[in-house]
Protein backbone atom coordinates (compact mmCIF):
# COMPACT_ATOMS: atom_id res chain seq x y z
CA UNK A 1 0.00 0.00 0.00
CA UNK A 2 3.20 2.31 0.75
CA UNK A 3 4.87 1.31 -2.75
CA UNK A 4 1.30 2.30 -4.28
CA UNK A 5 1.30 5.65 -2.55
CA UNK A 6 4.88 6.67 -3.49
CA UNK A 7 4.26 5.47 -6.78
CA UNK A 8 1.39 8.08 -6.73
CA UNK A 9 3.07 10.58 -4.64
CA UNK A 10 5.99 10.82 -7.44
CA UNK A 11 3.83 11.01 -10.59
CA UNK A 12 1.91 13.55 -8.74
CA UNK A 13 5.27 15.03 -8.30
CA UNK A 14 6.56 14.80 -11.78
CA UNK A 15 3.41 16.20 -12.88
CA UNK A 16 3.72 19.02 -10.87
CA UNK A 17 7.50 19.66 -12.00
CA UNK A 18 6.48 19.67 -15.32
CA UNK A 19 3.84 22.16 -14.34
CA UNK A 20 6.31 24.16 -13.20
CA UNK A 21 8.79 24.02 -15.69
CA UNK A 22 5.59 25.55 -17.90
CA UNK A 23 5.05 27.81 -15.94
CA UNK A 24 8.69 29.11 -15.30
CA UNK A 25 9.17 29.24 -19.44
CA UNK A 26 5.45 31.41 -19.28
CA UNK A 27 7.04 33.90 -17.25
CA UNK A 28 10.07 33.72 -19.40
CA UNK A 29 8.29 34.78 -22.32
CA UNK A 30 6.29 37.43 -20.20
CA UNK A 31 9.59 38.63 -19.08
CA UNK A 32 11.27 39.21 -22.64
CA UNK A 33 7.70 40.42 -23.88
CA UNK A 34 7.55 43.41 -21.36
CA UNK A 35 11.24 43.70 -21.77
CA UNK A 36 9.99 44.52 -25.67
CA UNK A 37 7.60 47.24 -24.50
CA UNK A 38 4.45 44.52 -24.82
CA UNK A 39 3.36 44.29 -21.26
CA UNK A 40 -0.01 43.84 -20.10
CA UNK A 41 -1.54 46.56 -21.18
CA UNK A 42 -0.23 46.79 -24.49
CA UNK A 43 -1.19 42.45 -24.43
CA UNK A 44 -4.99 43.71 -23.62
CA UNK A 45 -4.98 45.98 -25.97
CA UNK A 46 -3.76 43.83 -28.54
CA UNK A 47 -6.64 41.75 -27.14
CA UNK A 48 -9.34 44.21 -27.15
CA UNK A 49 -8.43 45.19 -30.96
CA UNK A 50 -8.78 41.36 -31.85
CA UNK A 51 -11.52 40.92 -30.13
CA UNK A 52 -13.47 44.15 -31.81
CA UNK A 53 -12.04 42.85 -35.27
CA UNK A 54 -14.48 39.46 -34.36
CA UNK A 55 -17.52 41.70 -33.69
CA UNK A 56 -16.78 43.57 -36.61
CA UNK A 57 -17.06 41.09 -38.91
CA UNK A 58 -18.72 38.11 -37.27
CA UNK A 59 -15.99 35.51 -37.24
CA UNK A 60 -14.98 33.29 -34.96
CA UNK A 61 -12.01 34.67 -32.50
CA UNK A 62 -9.46 31.98 -34.39
CA UNK A 63 -10.29 33.20 -37.79
CA UNK A 64 -10.33 37.67 -36.25
CA UNK A 65 -6.87 36.70 -34.92
CA UNK A 66 -5.64 34.79 -38.48
CA UNK A 67 -7.13 37.94 -40.42
CA UNK A 68 -5.23 40.30 -38.06
CA UNK A 69 -1.72 38.54 -38.39
CA UNK A 70 -2.33 38.66 -41.96
CA UNK A 71 -3.34 42.06 -42.49
CA UNK A 72 -0.59 43.24 -40.71
CA UNK A 73 1.81 40.85 -42.59
CA UNK A 74 0.42 42.13 -45.86
CA UNK A 75 -0.31 45.55 -45.57
CA UNK A 76 3.27 46.86 -43.14
CA UNK A 77 5.05 47.42 -46.01
CA UNK A 78 1.83 49.74 -47.52
CA UNK A 79 1.75 51.09 -44.37
CA UNK A 80 5.12 52.34 -44.03
CA UNK A 81 5.51 53.25 -47.48
CA UNK A 82 1.56 55.12 -46.90
CA UNK A 83 3.62 57.10 -43.55
CA UNK A 84 6.45 58.57 -45.60
CA UNK A 85 3.67 59.57 -48.14
CA UNK A 86 1.89 61.86 -45.61
CA UNK A 87 4.62 62.90 -44.15
CA UNK A 88 5.83 64.71 -46.98
CA UNK A 89 2.02 65.78 -48.48
CA UNK A 90 1.96 67.57 -45.08
CA UNK A 91 5.42 68.94 -45.22
CA UNK A 92 3.90 70.09 -48.89
CA UNK A 93 0.82 71.39 -47.28
CA UNK A 94 2.26 73.93 -44.65
CA UNK A 95 4.92 75.20 -47.41
CA UNK A 96 1.80 75.67 -49.89
CA UNK A 97 -0.40 77.31 -46.70
CA UNK A 98 2.95 79.35 -45.60
CA UNK A 99 2.78 80.50 -49.49
CA UNK A 100 -0.94 81.28 -49.65
CA UNK A 101 -0.23 83.44 -46.61
CA UNK A 102 2.49 85.03 -48.46
CA UNK A 103 0.68 85.61 -51.44
CA UNK A 104 -2.21 86.92 -49.37
CA UNK A 105 -0.05 89.10 -47.96
CA UNK A 106 0.96 90.64 -50.98
CA UNK A 107 -2.18 90.62 -52.74
CA UNK A 108 -3.61 93.02 -49.89
CA UNK A 109 -0.39 95.23 -50.04
CA UNK A 110 -1.32 96.33 -53.88
CA UNK A 111 -3.11 99.50 -53.04
CA UNK A 112 -6.07 99.14 -55.92
CA UNK A 113 -6.23 95.83 -56.65
CA UNK A 114 -5.75 93.69 -53.96
CA UNK A 115 -8.78 95.10 -51.70
CA UNK A 116 -10.74 94.01 -54.85
CA UNK A 117 -9.57 90.67 -55.58
CA UNK A 118 -10.01 89.95 -52.38
CA UNK A 119 -13.30 90.54 -52.09
CA UNK A 120 -14.33 88.93 -55.39
CA UNK A 121 -12.59 86.01 -53.77
CA UNK A 122 -14.43 86.51 -50.39
CA UNK A 123 -18.00 85.96 -52.71
CA UNK A 124 -17.30 83.01 -54.31
CA UNK A 125 -15.21 84.59 -57.59
CA UNK A 126 -12.14 82.65 -58.18
CA UNK A 127 -9.47 83.21 -60.77
CA UNK A 128 -11.20 81.14 -63.54
CA UNK A 129 -13.80 83.34 -63.48
CA UNK A 130 -12.02 86.40 -63.71
CA UNK A 131 -9.66 84.93 -66.15
CA UNK A 132 -13.51 84.29 -68.75
CA UNK A 133 -13.86 87.88 -67.55
CA UNK A 134 -10.91 89.36 -69.10
CA UNK A 135 -11.55 87.52 -72.22
CA UNK A 136 -14.82 88.24 -72.15
CA UNK A 137 -13.79 92.31 -71.84
CA UNK A 138 -11.03 92.76 -74.99
CA UNK A 139 -10.81 96.11 -75.03
CA UNK A 140 -9.67 95.83 -71.35
CA UNK A 141 -6.42 93.91 -71.30
CA UNK A 142 -5.36 93.91 -67.48
CA UNK A 143 -6.77 91.63 -64.55
CA UNK A 144 -7.18 94.97 -62.70
CA UNK A 145 -9.49 96.33 -65.05
CA UNK A 146 -11.79 93.18 -65.15
CA UNK A 147 -11.82 93.27 -62.11
CA UNK A 148 -13.03 97.01 -61.37
CA UNK A 149 -15.13 96.01 -64.20
CA UNK A 150 -17.09 93.62 -62.05
CA UNK A 151 -17.37 95.13 -58.96
CA UNK A 152 -19.08 98.32 -61.53
Not at 122 to 144: A, P, R
Request: proline letters at 2%.
Amino acid sequence: MLQNEFNHLSQKCSSLENTVNSHEQIISLFKDLDGMGFGLEELKLLWNTITEITVANNMPLNEAQQKFFKDIEEQYDKKIGFESKVQNLKTEVNTLTQEKKRLHEELLAQPLIGPILFGLFQIGVNEQDILIWQISFKDMLTVEAVALAVVV
